[in-house]
């Protein structure tokens, strides 16, 4: 069969173009989850903007992990009473509930014509 040798080469490539769209997605969400925290975390000093770190782990099994390190960083954030001059609480669980939803709409875009 003409081409089938073609065909066949593509349709082998779809789960690793799929796994690699996933990770570019998860990344581009993540990012977008720490940069939008960054924007609404709470500044008197700095210190706790200072301490942000997104990390990733497990390769193609991507874990992307973004924390706030100071000792009183979780106070901040669920601290609902506390007025801030710059920020808000819950500067790390608002962003994520606002891109997390985006991640399949990101994937599908990465994935595109995946053949």
Request: hydrophobic share 30%.
């Amino acid at each position: 069969m003409k081409g089938f040798s073609e065909v066949k080469s593509k349709l082998q490539k779809i789960p690793n173009k799929m796994q690699d769209s996933g990770v570019e997605g998860l990344r581009e969400v993540g990012k977008q989850i720490f940069d939008s925290s960054q924007a609404q975390v709470p500044v008197d000093t700095g210190a706790l903007r200072s301490s942000a770190t997104m990390t990733e782990s497990g390769g193609k099994n991507l874990t992307i992990t973004i924390a706030y390190n100071a000792d009183y960083a979780l106070y901040v954030h669920e601290k609902l009473g506390n007025v801030h001059p710059h920020g808000n609480a819950k500067y790390l669980e608002n962003p994520f509930n606002q891109y997390a939803p985006t991640l399949e709409k990101v994937v599908q875009s990465k994935i595109g014509d995946i053949t």
